[in-house]
Nanobody, 121 residues
């Protein structure tokens, strides 16, 4: 069974920084792509940033210049460095990955439980 676990959430003041981590574990054969999503209270879930299987990163317009995505393939871990945080960044942040399990011939999308990030003074 494949599992994704997020960590690093918490409270930060406006303008502050925070780094989130997402680690994939289990019977993983390969990971097609990984991405970060967020969902604020009363709003739809939206894509923040992510990697594709071509090692190409992409960012949502509302976080460009402030957030940076990175990864450690050896540890199956993805990071989201969030700088200059704004109150509107408050949301539950989710990690998602397209994973092919050992013995399988197809990819399946997995989601972590999410981590709460609050930006407030």
């Amino acid at each position: 069974q494949v599992q994704l676990v997020e960590s690093g959430g918490g409270l930060v003041q406006p303008g502050g920084s925070l780094r989130l981590s997402c680690t994939a574990s289990g019977s993983i054969d390969s990971i097609n792509g990984m991405g970060w999503y967020r969902q604020a209270q009363g709003k739809q879930r939206e894509r923040v940033a992510g990697f594709t299987r071509f090692d190409t990163s992409d960012y949502a317009e509302f976080v460009k210049g402030r957030f940076t995505i990175s990864r450690n393939n050896a540890k199956n871990t993805m990071y989201l460095q969030m700088n200059n945080r704004k109150p509107e960044d408050t949301a539950v942040y989710y990690c998602s990955a397209s994973v092919r399990e050992v013995g399988s011939t197809w990819y399946q999308q997995y989601w972590g439980q999410g981590t709460q990030v609050t930006v407030s003074s």
